[in-house]
Nanobody, 121 residues
């Protein structure tokens, strides 16, 4: 599975941004749970959100709960992360991930190149 995240950039605190992740590689996208991780400079990789193959189950970390929403479109092999009310501490490289199970993990089976999100105060 190849995963390519996009949509990052510079945004002011309080603003919004939507990240997208396109999956490819000849596999059945809908068989995988998908998720997002992030890593800020000097910090460990952090779980952000995950969604089941059907979209019926989602997990979101406490640090972004109520502000971030994960969703997926299996017809487009794409998973999204809608980020609202962004804070400077959300600044990080965001990575898309795929795993056979929907779970809170920082070691998914697959993860791809990240996209930088920078939130200015």
């Amino acid at each position: 599975v190849q995963l390519q995240a996009s949509g990052g950039g510079l945004v002011q605190a309080g603003g919004s941004r939507r990240l997208s992740c396109a999956a490819s590689g000849g596999t059945t996208f809908s068989r995988y749970a998908m998720g997002w991780l992030r890593q800020a400079p000097g910090k460990e990789r952090e779980f952000v959100a995950a969604i089941s193959w059907s979209g019926g189950i989602t997990y979101v970390s406490d640090s972004v709960k109520g502000r971030f929403t994960i969703s997926r479109d299996n017809a487009k092999n794409t998973v999204y992360l809608q980020m609202n009310s962004l804070k400077p501490e959300d600044t990080a490289v965001y990575y898309c991930a795929a795993d056979p199970r929907v779970r809170n993990t920082t070691t998914p089976l697959y993860w791809g190149q990240g996209t930088q999100v920078t939130v200015s105060s």
